[in-house]
């Protein structure tokens, strides 16, 4: 079997099982141009002029939210950006900020790295390069930190990750408190690094993890790359949150797409894309009084600042973009390409022509490639004609699950200043 048959065979499985893999994105692509134009665009600003910015689209389950998101990954590595893909979930719950930039910092990937997190980029630096000097200049002169990002930054440098320190330093930056201002000064001194006086103490829990996010987003950039752009799949997934959770949520989700004033991203080079369900606003923003209670309850619990925050991140879910519905044209097209790709997968075997294809309201793209697809493995097995029966998969849960909470940290201090 040669190399296109085994791309095409992991195309089609990732198609059968409805989950994206960069094989099925390459061969398929999207047709989503009008967001993919957008993408593009917000890529350029985060390139050239520091913040954090993004947006969210929308769409029913099924009509290939995911496959888009990973079709814009593919593009910010082709654009030389670093990325992260993050699946809202009970290990990753939008309500705690830590966690959820934590969980970013770790899954870092370079357009051209195996491996993924801070650990693995930061081999790549290149100390005497113009990009790495550019960044230790911006971290020497960051207002936030109380120096530790341009004392870290140039301690690391100095070390040449030929110690274990080093790792100690890339690990505070991903995430771990292991460092005291005494042991870094301590370091500095050994090592006769500049910085000693102006380093202050370690910078608070609940500004620490915005830092570091803005950090990352410029330390790819001193590797040479233009910036990170991140990946929010399932953001309905906070529908499930009890009410305090999903204030926190909604605070955190507006930073993460530039929709408040958060000082500490405000020299990031950092592009947020979500996806979100069409429902979430019906289900949850009006069905369970979000829009109404939770700028209140925020307000009374944490103050108007908190109040506007939740407000602006749910605002952004209204503002969503909806995904663009493939009209008959369009699907015979993906039809085609599928249909090829499955040649390719199974030689010796070609898929019958295409029936007429009839569009409903509630056609997903998923499902009817999956149907697609099953058919065509039956009639090749069973040399016969197949029917397929599909069962609706339904809208966003809303049911509040107490897992979801479980370990929870820090409650407003996740969010708060």
């Known amino acids: 079997m040669n190399d296109n048959a085994i791309g095409a065979r992991w195309a089609i499985e990732a198609l059968r099982n409805g989950v994206p893999n960069r094989h099925a994105v390459a061969l398929l692509g999207t047709f989503q141009q009008r967001i ?17 910015r993004g947006f969210l689209v929308r769409a029913d389950f099924g009509a290939g939210k995911s496959h888009l998101l990973y079709a814009l990954q593919q593009i910010a590595s082709d654009l030389s950006f670093a990325t992260a893909t993050l699946a809202v979930s009970k290990e990753t719950p939008l309500s705690s900020f830590p966690r959820t930039a934590r969980t970013i910092l770790r899954q870092l990937r370079l357009p051209d790295m195996e491996g993924t997190g801070l650990p693995a980029a930061a081999t790549r630096a290149k100390f005497q390069s113009e990009d790495w000097l550019d960044l230790q200049t911006w971290a020497d002169g960051l207002e936030f930190g109380g120096g530790w990002w341009g ?12 110690h274990e320190l080093s790792d100690r330093v890339v690990r505070f930056w991903g995430g771990d408190n292991n460092l005291t201002a005494r042991d870094l000064r301590n370091e500095l001194h050994q090592r006769g ?18 830092q570091r996010l803005a950090f990352a987003s410029r330390f790819v ?86 109040a506007e925050a939740s407000k602006a991140g749910m605002e952004a879910i209204r503002a969503a973009i909806p995904l663009a519905t493939p009209d008959e044209a369009a699907i015979a097209r993906i039809r085609e390409v599928v249909t090829d790709i499955y040649r390719q997968a199974y030689a010796g075997w070609t898929p019958p022509p295409a029936d007429h294809i009839t569009l409903y309201a509630s056609t997903r793209m998923r499902e009817l490639i999956r149907r697609w697809i099953t058919s065509w493995d039956l009639q090749r097995y069973y040399e016969g004609p197949a029917e397929i029966e599909v069962e609706d998969i339904g809208s966003t849960p809303t049911d509040e699950s107490e897992e979801l909470t479980a370990g929870e940290e820090g409650g407003a201090s996740d969010s708060g200043r």
Request: proline fraction near 5%.
């Open 151 to 162: 004392a870290t930054l140039a301690l690391y440098a100095s070390l040449r990750a030929q």
């Open 221 to 306: 950039q001193g590797l040479g790359f233009k910036g990170l752009v991140v990946f929010l799949d399932e953001v309905e997934l906070i529908a499930q949150y009890p009410r305090q959770q999903r204030i926190q949520a909604y605070r955190n989700l507006a930073a993460l797409l530039g929709q408040t004033d958060r000082p500490e991203l405000a020299e990031a080079a950092l592009l947020v894309v979500g996806a979100v369900t069409s429902d979430f606003d019906d289900a949850v923003l009006r069905g369970k009084e979000d829009w109404e209670e939770v700028p209140r309850i925020a307000d009374v619990k944490y103050g108007p600042e908190a």
């Open 36 to 52: 993919e134009e957008r993408f593009r665009q917000q890529a350029l600003e985060t390139a050239v002029s520091p913040g954090t």
């Open 193 to 210: 690094v500049s910085g000693i006086q102006q380093l202050g103490p370690r910078p608070a829990a609940g500004e620490l993890d915005y």
